[in-house]
């Protein structure tokens, strides 16, 4: 019997935003879109591509509620990346009771949010900085 834990294989770069740093530094200096039960926080990163993270506190409902929401938005993540395009992080804060509701319409409102959200961040990237020269 092989002793060595199993790692799990991963397409490509990281889609995780890791450390605490790199989340409040989203969340200090990122665009913030509101979408029905939840906010989508929108950041620049360094990395060369985009990578999702998630807030969802215990009022949200129970492990399973929690973990059903992470999961739909990180298939999302991954099957519409389109919506997520460019070097960005996206932070997914779930607010209130998360509801029961139909995958198809969870992913659009994730993506048409998130698509508002990059799109006002690469608005205000193309903007001159305020009182100063460009």
Do not use: Y
């Amino acid at each position: 019997m092989n002793a060595e834990p199993r790692k799990r294989a991963r397409r490509g770069a990281d889609p995780r935003i890791g450390s605490s740093r790199d989340f409040e530094k989203a969340l200090k200096g990122g665009v913030r879109r509101s979408g029905p039960g939840f906010a989508i926080v929108a950041a620049p990163n360094e990395t060369g591509h985009s990578r999702l993270g998630f807030i969802v506190g215990a009022a949200c409902g129970n492990a399973v509620r929690r973990n059903r929401f992470r999961r739909l938005a990180r298939e999302c993540f991954r099957l519409h990346p389109t919506s997520f395009a460019g070097a960005k992080d996206f932070i997914v804060i779930a607010r209130g009771r998360i509801q029961p509701r139909p995958t198809g319409e969870l992913w659009s409102e994730l993506r048409r949010t998130a698509e508002a959200a990059g799109r006002e961040l690469d608005a205000r990237a193309s903007r001159p900085p305020p009182g100063g020269k460009p």
